[in-house]
Structures are given as C-alpha cells and as structure tokens.
C-alpha cells in the first residue's frame, strides 16, 4: 500500500464487500479437486475456461507463469503463489482480470458464451436434495442453478414460483460438513440476495435459522461464510413490518448457548438497526423490542456484553430516553467503560452536566504545560496549543536501579496518588531462558516458540519464516546470517529436534533472536521508530480481521509505551492513557483461531502486569474475567498461555480490599461446567495462600472457603487433589479453618489427606535451598551453643502452640462427634422413611395391578361369550340359508321331471299336480299326498304307489 500496489482488499468478492486472503484460498481449494501440492497448467487452465474467461494458448501460458513466477523459483501455482500472485495485477492486465473475475464470482453469473449447457433444473433439485451426490458435482449444479436464477430475462413471479421448491436443497447444501460446499452454498445464496433483493424477504427467515448453524461453529471458514450470508441479507432483503428478522436475531442473542453466536447476533443488529428504513424506525414497538434485547445483552458475560453495549450507543443516538434506566442500571464501573469506549457523540447529558475537576482543568491550561519543570527521567506529553521544541523518546531502555526484591507494592504502607517506583526485569540463571512470564522455560514454552515461527504449520521452520520472525521481534541482523547459524545442518528446514538443539546451544550470533523469541526480548527495548501511535494502534486492534503482523505489531507498539517505566510514572496518567488501550488489547483474546496471536497477546498482558504492578490494580479485574474466558477452552496452548497470563498477573498485581481476583478465582473453583477452569482455579488458590495475607482480610477468607468447599466434594479426582494440595497449605496459614474440613473427613479421605500431607512436606524439603556456605568459620563451641538455644527456642513454641491449640481441637472434634451422631440419626429416620415409603408404593402398586388384573379378566370373559353367541347365530343363519339353497335346488328339478314323466303312476301324477296347483309348492310326503287324494276324491292314489312315485321323482 506504501507504494502504491494493488492488494486482495482492492477487488470485491461473492458478497460484496472487499476481498480477504480466506476468499483466495477458498479459491484453491476449488481448483485443486486433487488436493495435491501444486496445480498444473491443464487443470488451471480448465478451471479459468469454466469461470467464462476466454483466453488463447499463450495467454494461458502467459498468465499462469506470472502467477508462479510470483514465488522464487516458481515454476507451479502452488497455495503460497496463488496468494501471491494478486501483487502482479499491476504488471499483466490479464492476471487482473483473472482474479476480479475469480474473486467476484463470476462462475456464478449468467454468461451466453458458455460453451458447456446448463443442468436441467430436475436433476439439480435431485441432486441437492440429499448429500449422496460426489461433491464436485453438487458444487455445479450449484453454480449452474445460480447462473439460471439470476438470468436478467427471468421474471419476478416465475423466480418465486421456481425457487420454492429449491431453497431449503440450498440450505441443506450449506450445512454439509466439507467447507468447500458450504462455501460454494453460501456464495450461492449471496448472489441470489443479491439479485433479487427485496424479493428475497419471505425466504429470508428460513435462511436465517438455517445459517446460524454455521454462525455457531467454530470452524473459521463455516462461520465466515455464514455470517458473511447473513450481512449480506440484512443490507439488501430490509424487514417485514412485523419485524420478523428482529424478533429472530434477538431470540439467538439472548437465548442461545453458543457464547460467540450471541456476540455475532448482537453484531448483526447493529447492523439490522443501520440498514432499516425510516418507516420502520418511527414505530414505537420497533425501539421497544431492540431495548428488550439490550436490557438482557448488558447483564450477559462480558463478550456478549461488550456487543450489546454497542447495541446500545446506537440507540442512545436516536432514542436517549429509552437508555436512560438502562445506563442508570449500570454500577460505575460499567458506566465509565460504556461513556469511554461505547458512547457515539456527547449524548450523555451526566457526563456534559459533570464539571471539569482541578487536575483536568490543569492538564488543559496551555499556560502551566509550558511552565512546567520537565523532569530528566520522564518525558512530558506535547502540547498542541502553545508548541516547544519536541523532546524525543530515548530509544535506548531507560536503566534502572536494580533492586532485590519487587514487591507487590511499594514500600510505605498505602500507594498514595502520584507516589512510583521502579522495577528491574527477572533474570535468568546461567545458561537458561526465562519465558514471557517469568518463569524458566519448558518444553511447553519451546513448542509454542516453534509453533510462532512456523506460520506455515508444516512442523518445519524455512528461512521466509525465519525472516518473517526476525521482522516481528525487531531482531537485528542479517536474516540469511542468523538462520545459516540457526540451521547447523544446512538444509534449508529447522524441525522442532534441530529447534530445541539450537535452543540449548545458544550461539551468541542467535542469542538476540532466543532472548525476543522465548523471553519477550522485544518488549523490554523501549518504544521503537517504527511501532505505531498509540491511537492507531488501537484501531488496528479493534479489527480482529486484520493480518496478524499488523495486530501483532500494534500489541508490540503498545506494550513498548507503556513499559516505558521513566514516562508512565503517575499512577493517574498511566489509568487515563492505558485504558483506551486495554479494551482493543483484551479483544485478541477472543480470536481462538489464531492461537499464536492469543499467546502474544497473553505475554504483553504478563509484561504490563510485571512491569506496572500496583498502577495496573484499575484493570486486574477485567484482565482476569478475560482470562478466565481463555481459561474455559480445550486448546492446550490457549489454555496454559492464560494460565500463564493470569499466574503472573496474581504474582505481581495486587488485588484491591473487597479481593475482587479472589472472588473470580473461588467462582472459578465452583464452575462445574468447566473442568479445566477449576484445575486453573485451584493452583490459583495454592499460589495466593503462599503468599502473605493480612488475616484481618475477612473477605478473602470466605472466598477461600467457598473454593475448598467445593474442590473437596468435586467429582473431578483431579480437582480434588489440587484441593487436597492447597488444604496442606490452608493448614498452615490458617489450622482453625482447614480443622473445620479435615475434622469431617472419614477414614480413607484423611488417610489420603495424611499422605499427601508428608509427600507435600517431603517434597518442600526437597526444594529448600541449601543454606549459603560462608568465607570465615565460627568457633565450634559458639555454633553448639546456637544450636542448643534455637532448639530450646523451637521446643517452646511448640509447646506453647500445642497448648493453645488443644482446647480448641478438643472443642472441635467433640462438635464433630455431635454433629456426626445428629446426622446418623437424621440419616437413620430418612432411611427408616424411605423403606416405610417404598412398602406403601408396592402395596399400592400391587393393588393396582390386582384390580387391573380382575378387570381385565372380566373383560375378557365378556368378549369371549359375546363372541360365542355372535359365532352361534351366525352358524345358524348359514345353515338355514344353505338349507333354503339345497330347497331351491330340489324344487325346479322335481318340477321339471314331474311336468314330462309320471313314471308309471298318471293317478298318482295327477295328484301332485294338482296339490302344486292348488298350494304352490310340491308334496313331498306321501301320506300328506295321500290325504289330499281323498278330500278331493281322486282314485287310484294308493300309499305303495305315491311312496315309488315320490321316489322316482326324487
């Protein structure tokens, strides 16, 4: 930019906004479908006539080797030359048009020169609709299904008509699990908002809560593009009256789980409320609902609460009397942070009614600025009204008398305003590093180094990354010297072996390298020419989307200020200027997925606190609830750099008189969601009871308590060692309090505790430092005369300590054995309930089941005979009816036969002829035929004849 260059954030991408670096390699992530190293000139070449350029051979060829060549001794567009390669936009125009089509999307956009025709839209809702389908190819019906809804001759009402039956495939294509289709979703759905606009408002409540499942992941890329998405639709969809969008981002803001995803909510209505137009904002209920969310925001966490108090300037700015009960809510603490780093303008009519107080108005006089003394150890701040000769900053460190000990505070009971001192810098032992806190350095702390250098993450240290680490840590010397001495192998690659083995030579060529790499070197030099002003330096901070080396080297910048011991003398200077400071600077220790960059920022924390100690106490409580947020995560390096931070921040700051720190360590202590954080807590806890406490300090004490009670009742074996660990020490400190705990413990826990206990004292001796060996002897008779007084001394006081301590042991075991008998006997009754409750459940539960039992018996039985009886009439009712078939089979056939043959018998005949006609059914008895022969006298109808004749006919 310095001069004049073309960068990545010169060319708009998908969305709209400017492009980043993650968008290039995005890109060759998609290019290089075999993921190898490097992609070749067939594949790129393939790819570009894909996106819609039209490039002859050499042009290809052209462009493809100014790509590579961007890399030394390139010959292939590998991952870091891709990068590259946006800086020779300014020499080939066609590599300009290669990235602004590449960056922009035009993949997705309609172009009639495509040489390839486009998927039919059924096969592509098939194809989205389920993640069977190989990704390469979800990817181009993707694109295919873009570039037909977003053609200019397609209309309103067939896009609504078509896209309802797509749009929930889109949403199942983002959640997939490779980022490289959801990446392509997202854009997808970016150009489609795009181009239809307000349009796309009915479609944008689903895409709402379909996205914020990639908003709360913590893979960078997923979220990215999801919340990418949704900027995208606020500033192009608006809103419906009802306030739909709202009413969602709020419920997620202040309901959801995911600690990030409520931050990015609150973010995202900020936004909501800037992109709305007038019409919207005039209703009352649009104000009262966003007041709604901001009242909850503000009594959140402290990330979610930082969001949500930018939430709530916004509305100060156009609704004031809607925040007033809010700000007046706020303790002062909060006020003061809010009217400093949140407040837009001078709305704040407290803080304009407040009149200037007698140090302000000192510090604004013109007059005494120019008359006053300027000290020869502090440089005074510049004047802009009456201007003198500017005094440099000395870029040497300011030398300091050395002194033995640095205590907490300075000597003389109370720091009185204005009152300093000065501090030396730990030393390391011969033939050893210290790191950035402190503390000797371990195999942690040369793994996190080497991790810091090898930015590439290939487990191996190349002599770009080594000059990239020389320029962070202002090391002085040539670069390609240093690592000739570095890589004693002569490789060209240093691995973390051949890392540690330089680290524990320790050539004095490298010795200014190791000194700013594992000890912080670089931040105990003074301000530099080159670091940043202390206002630019906080915007560069603000923006966690800027490169590391820029937020690297504002953190650097600012750290260097302030450790500047000889300017920052006066505490109430130091409070005014640093806290525009340390918001942006705790703000880096939100970025997780730059691990390096949260450590750095942990080891600045760690200096400021060792270097301003006391002036520092205005800002230990806020340092430490963001450390604790640290404290919270898996990632090991994260964990034990703030670990790291807050250690040395308890070492050398001291807390206030309500033991705020403390309070934040206890509720550390009895966090159960978090197993981590209450290890952390508990050696937090061990540390500050080794160090002196005044006993008078009530409050720490019951802090104290509130931890051991919980760490010796938790289910983390782990954490009640540690707990066991610091009752060893609260036994020493403080025998009335740790005899409360070790009085109630049973057989097996105090035989642990006991063992522990010796391991501990063993351990100690162990460690004690061998007392120093003197120039000159002493007279043997002297020393065994010492010796015998000491030891009378120390027999003494034991005895008198014994003596003291008896009856208040003996009162509080015999309290114990009282409380023991209570509680057996109330454990006893509850016991003795329990079974009394449990035989009348059974027995309730046993009559239940009897008459259930008898009920469905009686059930069953009255089923069984109803459908006996049902059974038996249906029986007779088939066999009447087969009874009726078998006569209307008879009747026809005898009817038939009667009506041509009398068989022998024309009497007889006659007869059942006539008895047919006269009753209209055959006779088939023949005693009945008989009888009717004689009431109508007809002759010849004998019984023998009618019997053979009835028989014939059947």
């Known amino acids: 930019l310095e001069h004049g260059m073309t960068t990545v954030s010169s060319f708009t991408n998908v969305y709209g906004e400017p492009s980043t670096r993650e968008n290039l390699s995005h890109i060759y992530d998609i290019m290089n479908e075999r993921n190898e190293e490097r992609i070749v000139l067939r594949d790129f070449s393939h790819y570009v006539e894909y996106v819609g350029l039209q ?38 125009t066609n590599v300009r048009t ?34 069977s389908a190989t990704w390469t190819y979800r990817v181009e019906c993707m694109e295919s299904f873009c570039r037909q809804f977003t053609a200019p001759s397609m209309s309103v009402d067939k896009f609504h008509a078509e896209f309802r039956n797509y749009h929930t495939s889109l949403l199942v294509q983002a ?74 981002l709020g419920r997620e803001a202040t309901t959801s789980k995911f600690v990030h995803l409520k931050v990015d909510c609150f973010a995202l209505l900020c936004l909501y409320v800037q992109q709305q137009n007038a ?42 009397a809607l925040t007033k009960d809010v700000i007046a809510a706020m303790n002062a603490h909060l006020r003061k942070r809010y009217d400093e780093e949140y407040c ?22 013109p007059v005494k600025k120019n008359i006053k003394k300027i000290s020869t150890n502090a440089v005074s701040t510049k004047t802009s009204k009456t201007p003198k000769t500017p005094i440099k900053t000395p870029k040497t460190p300011v030398k300091t008398p050395k002194t033995p000990k640095t205590p907490n505070t300075p000597s003389g009971g109370k720091k009185k305003k204005g009152k300093t001192y000065l501090f030396a810098y730990p030393k390391a032992p011969p033939g050893q590093f210290l790191n950035g806190f402190g503390e000797l350095v371990d195999e942690n702390d040369l793994l996190f180094a080497f991790e810091f250098v090898d930015t590439a993450k290939d487990k191996k240290i190349t002599i770009d990354e080594f000059t990239t680490a020389c320029r962070r840590l202002n090391v002085d010397g040539d670069a390609d010297v240093l690592f000739s001495a570095f890589d004693e192998k002569h490789t060209g690659k240093v691995t973390f072996a051949g890392f540690k083995a330089s680290a524990a030579a320790a050539s004095s060529a490298l010795m200014p390298f190791w000194t700013a790499l594992l000890s912080g070197g670089h931040l105990q030099r003074g301000p530099l020419d080159s670091d940043l002003a202390l206002s630019e330096a906080n915007k560069v901070l603000l923006d966690l989307k800027r490169p590391d080396d820029e937020r690297l080297l504002a953190m650097y910048s600012v750290v260097r200020e302030f450790c500047n011991v000889a300017r920052w003398r006066d505490s109430e200077r130091f409070e005014k200027e640093f806290k525009k400071s340390i918001g942006p600077l705790l703000g880096q220790l939100r970025d997780s997925k730059h691990s390096s960059v949260v450590r750095e920022c942990c080891v600045c924390l760690a200096t400021l606190c060792m270097v301003q100690q006391a002036h520092y106490k205005a800002f230990e409580v806020r340092t430490m609830e963001n450390l604790v947020e640290v404290l919270k995560l898996q990632d090991e390096k994260l964990h034990r750099s703030g670990q790291q931070a807050a250690h040395t921040m308890l070492r050398y700051v001291p807390d206030r008189k309500e033991c705020p720190v403390m309070q934040i360590v206890s509720a550390a202590c009895c966090d159960k969601n978090f197993p981590r954080l209450r290890l952390s807590g508990f050696v937090f806890v061990d540390f500050l009871l080794s160090q002196p406490q005044p006993k008078t300090k009530k409050v720490f004490w019951q802090y104290v308590e509130n931890a051991m009670q919980s760490g010796l009742s938790d289910g983390d074996p782990n954490v009640r060692q540690l707990a066991f660990v610091a009752l060893v020490k609260l036994e020493v400190v403080r025998n009335e309090l740790a005899l409360k705990y070790i009085g109630g413990f049973k057989k ?105 039992k008898e009920e469905r018996i009686k059930r069953e039985q009255a089923e069984k005979e109803e459908r006996t009886r049902r059974e038996q009439a249906e029986k007779k009712e088939r066999m009447k009816r087969e009874q009726e078939q078998e006569q209307e089979q008879k009747v026809p056939a005898a009817q038939a036969q009667a009506g041509n043959d009398d068989f022998g018998f024309p009497k007889v005949h006659a007869c059942y002829l006539a008895y047919f006609a006269d009753k209209g059914v055959y006779c088939e008895n023949p005693t009945h035929l008989v009888l009717y022969a004689k009431r109508k006298a007809m002759n010849g109808v004998a019984f023998a004849k009618v019997n053979k004749y009835l028989k014939a006919v059947k």
């Open 279 to 320: 019409a919207l904002k005039s209703n009352a209920t649009f104000w009262t609902k966003l007041m709604q969310f901001c009242q909850h925001g503000v009594k959140d966490t402290a990330e979610v609460r930082n969001s949500a108090l930018r939430l709530l300037a916004l509305v100060e700015v156009e609704r004031p």
């Open 98 to 131: 290669l990235y602004a089509a590449i960056l922009s999307g035009q993949q997705y956009d309609p172009n009639p020169h495509r040489s390839t025709p486009e998927i039919e839209l059924d096969e592509i809702r098939a194809t989205l609709k389920t993640l």
């Open 55 to 92: 490039f002859d051979k050499k042009e290809m060829q052209a462009v493809y080797t100014a790509i590579a060549a961007s890399v030394k001794k390139g010959r292939y567009i590998t991952a870091a030359a891709w990068l590259k390669g946006i800086g020779v936009v300014d020499k080939h």
């Open 748 to 852: 097996s826990r105090k035989e642990k505790y006991e063992q522990l206990k010796s391991e501990q004292q063993q351990q100690q001796q162990q460690q004690a430092p061998k007392a120093l060996l003197t120039v000159h002897k002493r007279p043997k008779h002297d020393v065994e005369e010492e010796e015998k007084t000491s030891a009378a001394v120390l027999e003494a006081k034991r005895l008198e300590r014994e003596r003291f301590n008896k009856p208040k042991q003996e009162r509080i075991e015999t309290e114990y054995v009282v409380q023991q008998k209570r509680r057996s006997s109330k454990l006893e009754q509850q016991q003795l309930d329990k079974v009394r409750r449990e035989q009348a459940e059974k027995e309730e539960r046993m009559r239940r089941e009897q008459a259930e």
């Open 175 to 248: 959640k997939d699990r490779r980022s490289n289709v959801s990446r392509v979703a997202c854009q997808v759905l970016a150009k489609l908002i795009r181009r239809w606009g307000a349009h796309f408002l009915k479609y944008s409540y689903t895409v709402l809560e379909y996205i914020f499942e990639l908003v709360r992941q913590k893979i960078k890329v997923v979220h990215d593009s999801g919340l990418s998405v949704l900027i995208c639709l606020l500033k192009h969809c608006g809103d419906h009256k009802d306030y739909k969008q709202m009413a969602i």
């Open 344 to 365: 837009i303008g001078n709305n704040n009519t407290q803080s304009q009614s407040k009149p200037p107080s007698e140090q302000e108005q000192k510090e604004k006089s």
